[in-house]
């Protein structure tokens, strides 16, 4: 499974975005997802993560309330919806897929996309 991330993007205080991460090689409709994100000089640490029928979900505490994840199967697509960007949320933001388990943690991930920097300005 290759993955792919995009939507970052320089933002406002307050702003939105909207990152997807598409697959190529297989389809992702049996695979629990999940968002990370790594700001300079920290380690990468868990956003969101969401069952493979897009049930359940899981939000860290940062982000609970303004970050939404959904998955959409017929288009083989995870989005991470951020809304009321706050210059902490400025990183470099991951998608990752597992086999089975739901992606909480950035230990024993199956599958890493590429980055995409998300900057939010004040």
């Known amino acids: 499974v290759q993955l792919q991330a995009f939507g970052g993007g320089l933002v406002q205080v307050g702003g939105s975005l909207r990152l997807s991460c598409t697959a190529s090689?297989?389809?992702?409709?049996?695979?629990?997802m999940g968002w990370f994100r790594q700001a300079p000089g920290k380690e990468r640490e868990f956003v969101a993560a969401?069952?493979?029928?897009?049930?359940?979900?899981y939000y860290a505490d940062s982000v609970s309330g303004r970050f939404t994840i959904s998955k959409n199967n017929a288009k083989n697509t995870v989005y991470l919806q951020m809304n009321s960007l706050k210059p902490e949320d400025t990183a470099v933001y991951y998608c990752?897929?597992?086999?089975?388990?739901?992606?909480?943690?950035?230990?024993?991930?199956?599958?890493w996309g590429q980055g995409t920097q998300v900057t939010v300005s004040s």
């Open positions: 990752a897929a597992n086999r089975n388990n739901l992606p909480l943690s950035s230990q024993g991930i199956n599958y």
């Open positions: 090689g297989r389809t992702l409709d049996s695979y629990p």
């Open positions: 969401i069952g493979w029928n897009g049930l359940p979900t």
